[in-house]
């Protein structure tokens, strides 16, 4: 964060009373159409004042000829679809209407081929932090913060994105418009979405504290091609790591990327091996897919960390077992050996004929929830298990799945539990899924991705005990 | 494939008359059951008894006592869902049926703690040799083949299964149960699922051969835990891949797979690495999650192999273009350099205010379809490009996503097409999914997954050319 920024800098963002979009436009194919239209469909509770010179009326609203005309002493938020070149105008006009926080969507600045955009975006910043004004952008699709309805981006079916304890910082908006389709109909929601683009003057570093402050948020993803300060970036998520997990998916192992990011956000790539080692000592947990950061974000907000490495795996399908078994042991975790009583209990409820050593086939009982539960219960009241991953695959309606059991058995023993479920869509198990969710435990769809939401948990277990001294059992 | 066997001996399995299911049960919670419902709602058409010496009907069918009192002169395929200890008489009785295709659904043998299962299955394994009974499992979910309406499995939804070119053959019914229901909305679809299970007289390296030889197969998928004989898997492998491609994901990295599979499904997992040796030396394409699996099968059906290395990735959205282009460069490919005539017409077609060169951002002509193919066509016709990788996000519907004209010049220039798309469902790119893929052209919903798709097509384009001579360009 800059000098002259402090948190409450960013309330604008978080909670505007007015909205102008500078650059409205009839034409639906137009950022200036489609900025109106999120602002709409989100039921943003604010007022909206599309600005053209040309137009009287966009989707309803009344427009105004320019920023002075419209009737309020002040404007919070401005949303800006104009030509590079109009842009240094555009945000003196802001200024003068008390504008603190700009969502500039237009592009040709420091990404463009032609020299001219970079000096336009030093320009931009200058206006910018002479008139403390906040700038998401340029060259952003720009943001949504669903718990606030308010979809300031210029994609509308972002305003269907569910409210949650997730936040994203993506130097990429592209990246987003891959990830957020999939989370629609996710049980779990975001605080924040911001496409950072350029970064004129919020970079990650910037955001960061920001997000760490906010009680709502749970868990951070980044989506990084690079930055031109990674000292600042690293600095600001050491103080964040503590107190919540921050995960970052980093592009550019290739030497392509490290070339190409320049001129899509104006950004030095940087060695790929160089930000792996400062992720690692900022306690930045690092991923190698948009999924894989989804996932683990997902765990981490809904989970505690881990407090040991010995996992339990329970499963339905033996396959998918051995197939979780084996991403938790190559992950650096172990599988945890049960205590005699407690594998007594599991034999006394399994027949010999499938595997009742972790991992645990649950095949023969599946259509009884009552002697799942008092396995998984067994298992999870084991002192000698400090996680537990079950595997559930549909069959047919008989099949158990019992989530408001499993629910209860995580609350009761306080461990990290991670589910992933095989099913039709359809099936009673969809709403066995929210119930879960709901519950704050993670269901994925395969072994793998499960797996691999327990090694975050124990990724940040790691990084959260090195911060915090905590009493030992 | 032992001595006795050929491939005539598979017929059984592809089409058979009759189905007798041994063990039928009016308890829509038993296999007897739910095996029933499978065979029906496939609309299998040939005809189906029930066998159950306590039950008149099952689910309107009309149920026998005894195989002996069906009336036909034969059965062709036998279903059996009795207790372990009833196996081997039950065979016999299948064998005086004329009987030559039996699945056994029942658990007990040789995955069972109690070393009578394994006795059990040696017998059951010298029965049906004797009586040239093929055996798919015993502890098996059974099979399914589309194309025939059979699904010949205790999960009656894997009923909706799409008939298509890949083939699966996995040592868990777990595996499929996950990666089935995603496959159920697919546009590609499979000749044939089989759960080996234990492997009584059918393995790997049978089922091989029968797969190379079908026409309808153009994939072949193997999830494999262990086996007893991998030299023979790998021998028969090896005659296969110049033909067609194998992708295999094989578990067992840890230790716990090793020790556990064999309670599994009574196999040696072996050492991870020398199964890797093995399977590089076969032409066999390894995969590390029944994800990459799928995916990489549904590539290698639909496009061909690629003939160089040189990679072109086109995104609308730059972030995901650059996600792209870090695996593939990664992953050993190259990213194509345009020669100067392809050059000048994509930066005839896009401003220089995005980047132009591999990968090309189409962003500010993503609401123009005919622009959008000219650039796309530029680059296909390029003959310093052998593959092209494009990636789509959609905003809002002025989006192009010009299906129909991809797929012709996919045609058109024979080159291997990808493509990866980002869309919520209910769009109209939903629609246009099926249309690409409808002409071969695979699509993934991450810019990772089509990447690693376009991996798995230059693994097999190198398999293939050193096996089969080609002429030189």
């Known amino acids: 964060m800059t000098e002259a920024t402090s948190l409450s800098d960013f309330e604008i963002f978080f909670s505007p009373s007015t909205v102008a979009v500078l650059g409205a436009s009839q034409d639906p194919s137009k950022y200036g159409n489609s900025c109106i239209r999120s602002l709409l469909t989100s039921g943003f509770p604010g007022r909206i004042y599309p600005i053209n010179p040309h137009l009287k009326e ?45 969502v500039i969507i237009s592009a040709g600045f420091k990404e463009a081929e032609a020299k001219e955009g970079a000096e336009l975006q030093k320009q931009l910043a200058v206006v910018a932090n002479e008139s403390g004004i906040k ?11 669903p718990p606030a309805h308010l979809n300031a981006s210029f994609t509308p079916y972002f305003s269907g994105l569910p409210a949650g304890p997730l936040a994203l910082l993506s130097q990429s908006g ?15 929601g975001f605080r924040l979405v911001v496409g ?6 919020l970079d990650f570093a910037d955001w960061l504290p920001v997000l760490a402050g906010d009680h709502q948020v749970r868990a951070i993803m980044m989506y990084i091609e690079g930055v031109d300060d990674p000292r600042s970036l690293v600095e600001a998520a050491s103080r964040v790591t503590p107190l919540k997990p921050v995960v970052a998916y980093k592009v550019g192992r290739g030497s392509t990327v490290a070339k190409a990011s320049i001129s899509h956000t104006g950004s030095l ?87 009742r050593r972790n991992p645990v086939d649950l095949g023969l009982i599946a259509t009884r929830e009552d002697l799942c539960l008092a396995v998984l219960e067994a298992i999870l009241s084991d002192n000698g298990v400090d996680a537990l991953l079950t595997c559930w695959a549909y069959v047919h309606e008989a099949y158990a799945m ?39 435990i993670p269901v994925y769809p395969t072994p793998e991705r499960a797996a691999a939401a327990v090694l975050a948990l124990a990724r940040y277990g790691k990084i959260w005990q090195r911060k915090i001294p905590v009493l030992k059992d």
């Open 402 to 440: 019992p989530a408001e059991g499993l629910a209860a058995l995580a609350r009761k023993y306080a461990k990290p539990v991670v589910v992933s479920m095989g099913y039709p869509q359809g099936s009673w198990w969809q709403k066995a899924k929210v119930i879960l969710e709901s519950n704050c």
């Open 269 to 355: 790539a940087g060695s790929y091996a160089i930000y792996q080692g400062a992720f690692r000592q900022a306690g930045i947990i690092s991923v190698s897919s948009m999924v894989e950061m989804f996932d683990a974000a997902k765990a981490l907000a809904l989970q505690p960390p881990l407090k040991g490495s010995r996992v339990a795996v329970a499963s339905t399908v033996a396959g998918p077992g051995l197939i979780a078994s084996d991403i938790i042991e190559t992950g650096g975790l172990k599988m945890a050996t049960f205590c005699p009583s407690t594998q007594a209990k599991i034999d006394g409820i399994i027949a010999p004929i499938v595997a």
């Open 196 to 201: 950072l683009g350029n970064r004129a003057n």
């Open 58 to 102: 966009v989707l309803s609203l009344r427009a105004y000829p320019a920023l002075d005309a419209v009737p309020e002493a002040k404007i919070d938020l401005a949303i800006i679809v104009l030509p590079s070149t109009a842009l240094v105008q555009a945000l003196g006009d802001c200024a003068r209407k008390g504008v603190r926080g700009a």
């Open 174 to 188: 592209g990246v987003c418009h891959y990830l957020l389709p999939s989370c629609l109909n996710e049980t779990i």
């Open 135 to 145: 700038i998401i952008g340029p060259n952003t699709f720009g943001y949504i913060n």
